[in-house]
């Protein structure tokens, strides 16, 4: 967490109250977060500039700013972004021209800001691969069909398909009852054809909803993603399905949290 959803519901709650402000000030409370550049050369380089541009690629926001350069947040599995913020428990506070702030906070430090010339030129960024809006079924069902390793975990490889993460992966494979022990290209057409519509839907409808606020995640506002109420089998470990009244199951695969119905989902 956070998952392309919640990112993109962000950017969007971004665009809304922040383009075209000012940062006028970086109070760094905590620059363990910071990657690069020093932290005298992020400070200087945010003070002053406006805002131009919000951006997304996968799970990674990009505040383009009037000096070329760009502000690349990833929130990893407890970052936040609130506004208006108080600065209280921030790591890092961004004070704009509007008077407002800015906070970005991660209680467990796994966030990373970035200030960059080209965030393109990132590796992590170079090596995603399409995300689910970007693929058609036939480029899905080729992906599907060169490899040997099992649906769950290659729906959360970042290198194939960029922005799904553990929650929607396996709300996807409940959608489309595909058991995410199967191989990918084991998979039949039509199965995998069920495995690319339940992505685009749920992606979707994830993102119509703000997301889903499970562990720390939460809107720009505070407020919690309401996609939650709709999750049929994530963190629903021996409660009835909503389809069959089976128990959900959880295991381990690819050391990852799994959640299925062992009678839907074959």
Known sequence: ????????????????VVIGKKITRVHVANAKVIREPSLDKFKRGLSGVRINKVSRRAKV???????????????RMTG?????????NARVTFELSDGKKLDFN??????????????????????????????????????????????KP?????????????????EI???????PYRSASGLLSREKERIFNAMQEIIAAAIHYGGSSVDDYVRLSGDKGKYIKFHKVYDREGKPCFICKKLIKRSSLGGRGTYFCPKCQK
């Open 1 to 16: 967490m956070p998952e392309l959803p919640e990112v993109e519901t962000i950017k969007r709650d971004l665009e809304k």
């Open 61 to 75: 926001l990009i505040l383009e700013l009037s000096n070329a350069k760009s502000l690349v947040i990833h929130l």
């Open 80 to 88: 936040q972004l609130v506004y208006p913020g108080n600065g209280e």
């Open 106 to 151: 991660d209680q467990r430090l796994f966030g990373e800001l970035r200030l960059l010339d080209d965030w393109r030129k990132l590796k992590f960024i170079q090596d995603l691969g399409p995300e689910p809006k970007e693929l058609t079924l036939k480029r899905f069902k080729e992906i599907l069909a060169a490899k040997k390793t099992k649906i």
């Open 154 to 170: 290659l729906l959360l490889d970042q290198k194939v398909i960029s922005g799904i993460g553990n929650l929607y992966a396996a």
């Open 173 to 179: 494979l409940f959608r489309a009852k595909i058991n």
